[in-house]
């Protein structure tokens, strides 16, 4: 009986050992998100504009900073004025197209979002809460590269 019992305990150890030593742990990381899955996460808000290395937020008008943007996964997408408008007969929202372009390090929307500006952007960065983007924009007949901010 003591001898069964020895057996049967040498087997239970010799499955544990070996149940353990072929169970694989799992350590691959997720992939990474595409641009398109980050870009379309969920709205956009403005964080700030820099013209030079300095923030010029402060000279954008405020029906221009409260603007919520969001893209979506159909190339589509809706820029929403916010709580105050530039201009009251302005639509609450506004739709427009969007697409990446040259290898996902341009982003072209169908309506420029900034008065002076054009309707294509340079992708500084994209991440999960950030999107910086850069582009040329015409002041008062003076072209600037602004860089802008976007946070969700």
């Known amino acids: 009986m003591k001898k069964r019992l020895i ?3 040498s087997l239970l150890i010799l499955v544990a050992i070996l149940h353990n030593s072929c169970s694989k742990e799992d350590n691959t990381p ?3 998100k ?3 899955e980050l870009i379309t996460k969920s709205s956009w808000k403005f964080s700030d504009a820099k013209v030079g290395g300095t923030s010029v937020a402060a000279l954008l008008q405020t029906c221009q900073k409260d603007n919520v943007l969001t893209f979506l996964s159909a190339g589509t997408g809706t820029a ?3 709580a105050t408008k530039c201009n009251s007969s302005d639509a609450q929202t506004s ?4 697409s990446f372009q040259s290898s996902e390090t341009i982003l072209f929307v169908s309506t420029p979002f900034f008065t002076g500006g054009s309707s294509s952007f340079t992708i500084v960065s994209l991440t999960d809460t950030e999107l910086v ?3 040329n924009i015409t002041v008062s007949g003076s072209t600037q590269n602004a860089v802008i901010t976007f946070i969700h």
Do not use: C
């Not at 739709?95 to 969007?98: E, L």
């Open 7 to 9: 057996s049967l305990i």
């Open 30 to 32: 997720p992939a990474a």
């Open 34 to 36: 595409t641009k398109t």
């Open 80 to 82: 929403d004025e916010g």
């Open 95 to 98: 739709p427009y197209t969007w």
């Open 133 to 135: 983007v850069s582009q």
